[in-house]
């Protein structure tokens, strides 16, 4: 890729997937509504995120960490979300990735996408199963907001130069730190605050708001 011109981040679940990663492991360990039920609550903001996350992530104890395959083969990508990377990239817009979900999806669907820059949450395995804990940083909102500043002064780019894209309260500090926030489909307590909204899901309909293409 040519000279990097900007960065557009993204949150994952919800935003560049159609599913939250969460509830499908959820219904892997037979607690789908219990975790369903959190995960809506925290994405409205009713929540805490992380004491969220951790509540749901307890309830995945025991469960195989061949699990992750099975998931992966089970997500979705939003509509024309692979075209739109792959619009910004041409451009020499970097993607980057910043997911309140697990690593071992992000990182396997972040290969898939050719997007080097990626966070996300660790869960510990012992002896090939799921302890039921995180393990490392957790990406809260304030860390999602720290990741893409430190990315923009990696990259050296002016804050107009950046993008931020999700559809949760737990995006909101990262929304509001770029040059451009991006509610994508997004819970109302995250339209409320944020100005850009897209409310089809079409990552199409997110170009045109993009202006650090020109």
């Given amino acids: 890729m040519s000279q990097v011109k900007g960065l557009c981040v993204m949150d994952v679940d919800g935003t560049l997937l159609l599913e939250e990663v969460i509830d499908l492991l959820g219904r892997e360990a ?95 395995v012992k002896e090939g199963l799921l302890t039921g804990k995180l393990v490392g940083q957790i990406i809260n909102p304030e860390v999602k907001k720290d990741t893409l500043e430190q990315w923009r002064e990696e990259l050296k780019l002016s804050k107009d130069r950046t993008v931020a894209i999700g559809d949760g309260a737990n995006d909101l500090l990262m929304l509001k730190s770029a040059g451009l926030g991006i509610a994508f489909c997004a819970k ?18 997110v170009l045109s708001l993009i202006d650090c293409l020109e």
Avoid: C
């Fill in 30 to 124: 037979g607690r789908e509504e219990e975790i369903s039920l959190i995960t809506s609550r925290a994405m409205r903001g009713e929540l805490d995120f992380e004491t969220s996350l951790r509540e749901r992530v307890a309830l995945l104890k025991g469960l195989p960490d061949s699990v992750f395959d099975t998931v992966f083969n089970s997500i979705h990508l939003s509509p024309n979300a692979q075209e739109f990377i792959s619009i910004l990239q041409k451009n020499g817009i970097l993607v980057g990735l910043l997911s309140g979900g697990f690593t071992p999806i992000v990182a396997r669907l972040a290969k898939s996408l050719g997007i080097a820059y990626f966070s996300a949450n660790q869960l510990e």
């Fill in 188 to 205: 109302e307590v995250l339209k409320q605050e944020i100005p850009n909204h897209v409310d089809k899901r079409d990552f199409l309909e």
